[in-house]
């Protein structure tokens, strides 16, 4: 046995547990899990409303491409563009940005920008390179929206631009079209929004908008009328060219202005402007009485329109206002019937004269009826004038003519009737023809007949004489032979006298040829003037072939 000692027994340490380590080779993936549960979370939490447009068709939009536009900043894209069941338009699925979703209101806005130029308007230019992209205008509205219907052009003005809207009224559209600017002293102030036909098809209403700060000086006495075009004027001062800009000249334009002595205020909401056709019929002075009259014309009144004016020695006391034919049975002529309205408030009295002022007073007053009544007995008569010597229009002329037959005003029609006065161009033609007619119940062929019978009775009596001297002339001698010789020289002389080619003859029938010539001249000139009473002013009218 070995000596050695036994070895010691082994004892048993207790080691603390291992901590749990993860690999290195699961880190990246377990960072790139982190990431991308972030960005899905960060991605909800941003995600916007989703929201579906119509659209009238699908030209611009492609998925996942056209992106929709708010102040040009991107606040969303198309995801999806999808045909509608019935196949009348296009629905798009758009996603909006969240920050986007207090735009989304009941009378917001869409529409497609693409490069457009009609009229004077040139748009989405830029869009040539980019692309065309969905425009957004936020509308004012309280209540939320997810379903759009998309316009089919963009709108002129959007709702963040300040300045009011206003409705006209007019006859026809002539040149205005959506976008028409609107001038205000020759400064755009608006534009034309829209325009449609009224449900009975009588006028157009058209809505324009008046931007700040010219909006505050539309009043319920503003005028509007149609600035497009060159307004052309042929005055005592020359020719006078109007125009509001080169703009209104080629795609037309509207204007308006407020009289100097209007009342301040805006106008109420439905209050409807009438759209004049000219700056001249707009500026018109208003006013509140109007007196109207039926004057009575046998003569032609072609030149004459409905709104000619009422002229009383060179102030323009009204307007005509209608114009028609008198078809009366118990008439022993045919007369026009011209209808004009007077102002009275332009026949005042002078400040501190003692007559009593029209204005205020109507058909109905005796006092008022007492003046025109005096004024008509000293001569006071309506005459169609010529106005224009170029294109021959005509006026009514109030004035007075202390040689007229006496007449009196017809109180009793409606409106009541006020004596005429002849023109004095149709007073010249009438004169004409009563020369010709007299010219015409000369008998000259009668006088002509005589004439040769008297010359021929004459030739006859001479011969006789003649013949008789010679006789004489045979038993007589010495002084009786010379008073023979002069009497037959005197009767030689008479004979050449009467001869056809004497002068005696020649003259008279000369005279006989210039009267006919001028009964046919006068009688030329009385129907021309009867078919064409302007030649007077602006010579013979040229023969067509």
Do not use: C
Not at 65 to 94: F, N, P, W
Not at 200 to 226: C, M, S
Not at 287 to 308: K, N, P
Not at 496 to 506: E, G, I, K, V
């Amino acid at each position: 046995m070995s000596d050695t000692p036994p070895s010691p027994i082994p004892v048993a340490s207790v080691e603390p547990p291992r901590r749990f380590r993860i690999p290195l080779v699961w880190i990246i993936p377990l960072v790139a899990a982190l990431i991308g549960l972030f960005l899905a979370v960060k991605s909800y939490y941003e995600q916007g409303p989703t929201i579906t447009i119509e659209f009238l068709t699908g030209v611009g939009l492609e998925p996942g491409k056209t992106r929709i536009k708010y102040k040009d900043v991107d606040v969303g894209q198309i995801t999806a563009v999808a045909l509608s069941e019935d196949g009348s338009h296009v629905v798009a699925t758009a996603r909006l940005a969240r920050e986007s979703a207090r735009l989304l209101v009941d009378d917001t806005r869409f529409w497609v920008v693409s490069a457009r130029v009609s009229g004077s308007n040139v748009s989405g230019l830029n869009t040539l390179l980019s692309g065309a992209y969905v425009g957004l205008d936020a509308g004012k509205s309280a209540e939320a929206r997810r379903q759009f219907k998309a316009l089919e052009e963009a709108p002129v003005v959007t709702f963040d631009v300040p300045g009011s809207t206003f409705s006209l009224e007019a006859e026809t559209l002539a040149s205005i079209d959506v976008g028409t600017p609107v001038y205000y002293r020759r400064i755009q102030a608006g534009q034309v929004t829209g325009y449609k036909l009224d449900q009975q098809g009588k006028h157009l209403d058209i809505q324009v908008f008046i931007k700040a700060p010219y909006n505050r000086f539309v009043t319920e006495e503003t005028r509007f009328w149609n600035a497009s075009g060159v307004d052309v004027k042929l005055g005592a001062d020359g020719i006078q060219v109007n125009t509001e800009s080169v703009t209104s000249i080629l795609a037309g334009g509207l204007a308006f202005q407020t009289p100097e002595d209007s009342q301040e205020g805006a106008p109420p909401k439905d209050h409807v402007f009438r759209l004049f056709s000219s700056r001249t019929e707009a500026l018109k002075q208003p006013h509140s009485i109007r007196q109207h009259y039926l004057l009575r014309f046998t003569e032609s009144i072609r030149g004459l329109s409905v709104g000619a004016p009422v002229d009383f020695r060179g102030i323009g006391v009204g307007e005509v206002v209608a114009i028609q034919a008198e078809f009366d049975k118990d008439a022993r002529e045919l007369g026009m019937q011209v209808e004009i309205a007077l102002f009275p408030g332009r026949m005042q009295a002078r400040p501190g004269a003692r007559t009593p002022a029209l204005e205020g007073k109507d058909h109905r007053d005796r006092d008022f009826r007492q003046i025109i009544d005096r004024l008509i007995s000293n001569g006071l008569r309506a005459q169609l004038r010529n106005g224009n010597l170029v294109t021959g229009q005509l006026y009514v002329a109030l004035d007075f003519f202390p040689a007229a037959k006496a007449a009196r005003a017809d109180w009793r029609s409606t409106p009541p009737q006020l004596p005429t006065q002849r023109g004095s161009l149709d007073e010249l033609q009438t004169t004409l023809l009563r020369i010709v007619n007299k010219l015409d119940k000369l008998p000259l062929d009668e006088i002509g007949e005589d004439t040769r019978k008297a010359v021929s009775s004459l030739g006859r009596t001479i011969d006789e004489a003649e013949a008789l001297v010679k006789r004489i002339d045979a038993l007589a001698d010495g002084d009786v032979r010379a008073t023979l010789l002069e009497a037959r020289a005197a009767i030689a002389d008479s004979r050449r006298l009467l001869a056809s080619d004497a002068p005696l003859q020649q003259d008279l029938r000369a005279s006989l040829q210039e009267l006919a010539r001028a009964a046919q001249a006068l009688r030329h000139l009385a129907d021309t003037l009867e078919r064409h009473p302007e030649a007077l002013l602006k010579g013979k009218p040229e023969e067509k072939p």
